[in-house]
């Protein structure tokens, strides 16, 4: 149950906050005062879609709050899809930002857009006019219809879902395998032919490193040499300035000290070690440099490896690595491409299965959803009867057709006629605006015992509706609302008197800005709103009187 919204800087809310209790709440206001931006931004919150234009001009973000109550069962299952531990109420936070994405929170936890919608829909619906005019949609009837379904219904369709899935996959793959035996020699030829190439450049681990670093050896010899020459002169060669010499020099005067430092012994050998160290490390540089002759073939033989293992690095790999990954690939596809019969023919066999299955489930449905069918259409007419729609006749027809879909073979399609003697036609052809508002309210109605949502928000579901068929409306809002929490955006005097809170929405010029203010309505605010509703102009005495007489009939 929704029990608060919050919401800041969206559209020409400055800040609003709603508390809502169970029951039935209605929201009124004049038109342009920002009642269904309240919808809106309480679809924002529940995972719709946003916009960076909802957001307050001169503002750089919007957030918007949602405090919903849940019982154990959906709070279990909420906590399944995001794979937490949350415990009620829940707080759904969402944020839009006019220089990035927006950011979804349930409980300060970061979420998906998507976990979030998924989650919004098992407590909370919104029902507008956008949701109505899915009715107009034949291609969503069956879904209408198949919500009705009981568990075994339900369970039977599952299957038959799940058949048509394994059809389809079984499908594409069948179409992915080659079609004829050229094509597979083709493909065999084609491995083959990369294998051989890989095999024969015989191409090592860190090769191309290795030849990398010799080349750049090579190329660099002369350098290296002089180099080489110069540390030689410096450690050993230099009469006057070499290391050895100054070490030497050193080691003597330390050995003069040994007469009178017990330390000098130890000073003394420490700088014999470092004259063998600087022989040591001289001897490899010489050794070093002295392995180093400029190589014209050497260096065109480099070449020309590292030139057939980039050629091989463009075709099959970044790197030696990569290309011995796709070298194991290769062995592996060739394998499956030898079985590709013995595949083909598994696949074809579980196709015929499959549909076989299928066809057989999806006659058994169709039996089910006719009976179904006929049992709902009773129940809809008798529904909409209590919506002053006395001579209302409904069909829903169901009829099989030569396309497989996911829900069998079966085309749905409501038909209706609101007038007597006329037939029946499909409701996207002669439905009225007022007729289709009251059909999703009986089908809702209907699904009260279907349904595990707590709260069902109607925006402006009266339009074109008005005194006793209004009237019936609002009877059976109030009806809903002892199964459901009940939030109804509406105009009608009827159903807004039906109300067990009411809110009126104002909008006021604050600071050269327009802004929308929300507030609950005591006795006298309602007797007030109620009679500016009834009125053509200014409030009358009698509009006073009429609306205090649809309040006392409430109590």
């Known amino acids: 149950m929704l029990k608060k919204l919050y919401i800041k800087d969206f559209a020409i809310i400055d800040s609003l906050e709603l508390d809502f209790d169970n029951g039935f709440s209605a929201i009124s206001g004049e038109t342009g005062s920002g009642k269904s931006i309240i919808v809106d931004a309480l679809a924002v919150v529940l995972g719709a879609k946003a916009s960076k234009n909802q957001i307050r001009d001169g503002k750089e973000f919007s957030s918007i709050e949602a405090h919903i ?55 909370i619906n919104i029902l507008g006019q956008k949701e109505q005019f899915t009715l107009l949609d034949k291609n969503e009837h069956i879904y209408i219809l198949d919500y009705f379904g009981d568990n075994e219904y339900k369970s039977l369709l599952g299957e038959i879902e799940d058949l048509y899935n394994k059809i389809d996959k079984t499908n594409k793959r069948l179409k992915e395998l080659p079609r004829n035996q050229k094509e597979i020699d083709n493909q065999i030829d084609f491995i083959e032919f990369q294998k051989n190439e890989i095999d024969k450049a015989e191409i090592l681990e860190g090769e191309d490193e290795e030849l990398e670093a010799e080349i750049k050896r090579l190329n660099s010899s002369e350098d290296i040499k002089k180099t080489s020459y110069k540390i030689n002169q410096i450690l050993r060669e230099s009469e006057n300035y070499s290391v050895d010499t100054l070490l030497s020099d050193a080691s003597n005067l330390v050995d003069d000290l040994k007469e009178y430092s017990k330390d000098a012994a130890s000073w003394y050998e420490k700088l014999m070690d470092y004259q063998e160290l600087i022989k040591d490390i001289n001897e490899e540089i010489n050794y070093f440099s002295d ?52 595949e083909r023919e598994n696949l074809e066999k579980s196709l015929i299965d499959y549909k076989k299955t299928f066809d057989i489930k999806a006659d058994e449905l169709s039996t089910k959803r006719k009976a179904l069918a006929k049992k709902i259409s009773k129940m809809l007419e008798d529904e909409l009867k209590t919506l002053n729609m006395n001579n209302i006749q409904v069909e829903i027809s169901v009829e099989a057709k030569k396309a497989m879909k996911d829900y069998g073979y079966d085309e749905v399609e409501i038909l209706m006629s609101a007038n007597k003697g006329q037939s029946v036609k499909p409701i996207s052809e002669i439905i009225s605006g007022g007729e289709m508002s009251r059909l999703m309210l009986a089908i809702k109605n209907l699904g009260a015992d279907f349904d595990n949502i707590d709260t069902i928000i109607f925006d402006e579901i009266d339009a074109g509706l008005s005194g006793y068929t209004a009237s019936c409306l609002a009877n059976k809002l109030k009806e809903l609302s002892n199964k459901y929490q009940i939030i109804s955006i509406s105009h009608l005097p009827q159903i807004l008197a039906k109300a067990k809170e009411h809110y009126l929405v104002e909008k006021a010029n604050e600071n050269e800005s327009t802004i929308s203010h929300v507030r609950r309505l005591d006795y006298d605010g309602r007797v007030l709103e109620l009679a500016r509703l009834l009125s053509s102009g200014k409030i009358s005495d009698i509009a006073i009187k009429n609306a205090k007489e649809l309040l006392k009939s409430e109590e």
């Open 69 to 123: 109550d849940l019982d154990n069962k959906k709070l279990s299952k909420i906590n399944q899809i995001l794979n937490a531990k949350l415990k009620s109420p829940i707080i759904l936070k969402r944020i839009i930002y006019r220089d990035k994405s927006s950011e979804n929170y349930i409980n300060d936890m970061s979420i998906t857009l998507k976990d979030l919608s998924e989650i919004s829909n098992i407590s």
């Open 291 to 342: 392995s180093i002759d400029y190589d014209q073939e050497r260096l065109y033989e480099l070449n020309k490896r590292i030139d057939e293992i980039n050629k091989i690095k463009y075709k099959y790999g970044n790197t030696i690595s990569d290309i011995n990954i796709y070298r194991e690939d290769l062995d592996k596809k060739l394998k499956e491409i030898k079985n590709i019969e013995i």
